[in-house]
């Protein structure tokens, strides 16, 4: 349109360019009809929005696009597609060439930070063929709706790794067993290199031979993981609430405990006990976890220690093992809780699990050259040094704990459960 203003002007001066003018507007309204029946003469477009039935949160999920071109030409689609509110991306922008009658999916990923429910608006499609002087805009998938999942896709990684016999590829340890277990699994024929403490006399003496008895690991176990939902787990990493990251590992962590025969329990609380799921180790009780972990929230309050040292009182009788997911980032408010944490220890394996400051680490690390960046890197040295008090304050106490990064947390819990259980403590 500007070349055609621009050819009239000059033709003011040059008035041999004004018939060319309009011969130039007439081909290009010529153009522009053709184009429009050849867009606009069917519904030749066909896109869909494929969603998986859930999300799963700090992980990379896959949304396909499947689209059909019904023309019979070849033709160029500019995609937008509105992705819900949390994702707080208002650029989504993608162009695809898909020839004359055919079809193809195209696929993008998203990492979703918070659990929830996401909100997929409309799929836009601009279409336009090779002329490109119009585009047909196409509709499709209104609104859909997906559910964010604690990170099932991390929990599945473990499981796989487990059951191959490769949890070292992922930092897992091997623990040496200590000892035996307590709980008789069969009397067998003696071999070379059965422990002869383990022979069994009576059965010796009735089948003529020597006969042993075999252990194998105790099942059945009472374990808990017990998310504390207070402010200090609001605090962000990569995106992440520690909040999250507790619940991811809990779910890993679950599934491994269930794998092995234990029975696996849930307790979320703050300022007061929010949710309590008595342990278990039937085969749906892996979904009841993951349903309960989906609906657990961050609170803005303190959380009460003592109400948790109540319940777990009063309500779990039998020797258990609690992992208790929680942040201290000073040794004073570690202080105030010690007395419920050692009430709770007396009667339970209890494991304190809270987290590095990676923020405060890197700060550490930098080169300080003035004066304010000293000041800075030595109270952020101090923070470190107190963490380290603070496991040297636990451990004292006979409480078992993990000083962990958001990042390696489920790692370092796993290898804690298998060191408890390969020394028999539980």
């Known amino acids: 349109m500007a070349f055609f203003a621009l050819l009239f002007l000059i033709s003011y001066w040059f008035p041999i360019l004004y018939g060319i003018g309009w011969v130039s507007v007439l081909a290009f309204a010529v153009f522009i009809l053709m184009e429009m029946s050849m867009l606009y ?31 019979p030409f070849t033709v160029e689609v500019a995609i937008i597609d509105s992705l819900p509110v949390q994702f707080q991306k208002r650029d989504f922008l993608k162009n695809i060439i898909l020839p004359g009658k055919s079809q193809n999916t195209f696929l993008y990923e ?21 002329i490109g002087l119009l585009r047909r805009r196409f509709i499709f998938n209104n609104k859909q709706m997906v559910k964010v999942y604690p990170s099932f896709i991390q929990m599945k990684r473990y499981d796989f790794l487990a059951i191959d016999n490769r949890l ?26 059965d422990d002869v403490r383990n022979v069994n006399w009576k059965a010796t003496a009735k089948n003529a031979q020597l006969m042993v008895n075999q252990y194998q690991d105790e099942k059945m176990q009472p374990i808990y993981s ?48 929010k949710k309590h799921l008595p342990a278990d180790n039937k085969k749906k009780h892996l ?73 405060l680490s890197k700060l550490a690390t930098l080169e300080a050259k003035t004066i304010p960046e000293i000041y800075h890197q030595t109270i952020a040295k101090q923070f470190q ?5 603070m496991v040297k304050e636990l451990q004292k106490r006979g409480i078992q704990t993990i000083l962990t990064t958001p990042e390696n947390l489920t790692v370092n819990t796993i290898n804690k459960y298998l060191e408890i259980k390969a020394r028999g403590l539980l």
């Open 385 to 389: 040094y107190n963490k380290k008090v």
């Open 110 to 130: 998203v990492r979703p930070v918070e659990r929830g429910e996401y909100i997929f608006g409309n799929l836009h499609c601009f279409v336009t063929s090779k």
């Open 41 to 71: 003469s069917s519904k030749g477009f066909e896109g869909q929005r494929i969603l998986p039935e859930k999300f799963s949160n700090s992980d990379s999920n896959e949304v396909h696009l499947k689209f059909k071109n019904n023309y």
């Open 226 to 273: 017990i998310i504390d939902t207070s402010r200090v787990m609001k605090m962000p990493f990569n995106g992440l609430k520690l909040m999250d990251y507790a619940i991811n590992s809990a779910l890993a962590f679950s599934n491994i405990a269930l794998k092995k025969g234990d029975k696996v329990g849930l307790i979320d609380f703050s300022n007061k006990v």
């Open 287 to 359: 979904n009841t976890i993951l349903d309960s972990l989906y609906n657990i929230n961050t609170h803005f309050l303190d959380a009460d220690f003592g109400a948790l040292q109540s319940l777990v009182k009063r309500s779990i009788t039998h020797r258990s093992l609690l992992l208790v997911y929680t942040n201290f980032e000073h040794i004073s408010s570690l202080h105030r809780q010690l007395p419920y944490l050692q009430a709770i220890a007396k009667k339970h394996v209890l494991v304190v699990i809270f987290f590095v400051n990676t923020e």
């Open 168 to 193: 070292t590829s992922l930092g897992m340890k091997k623990n040496r067993r200590i000892g035996n277990t307590l709980e008789f699994e069969q009397i067998k024929e003696y071999v070379v290199g």
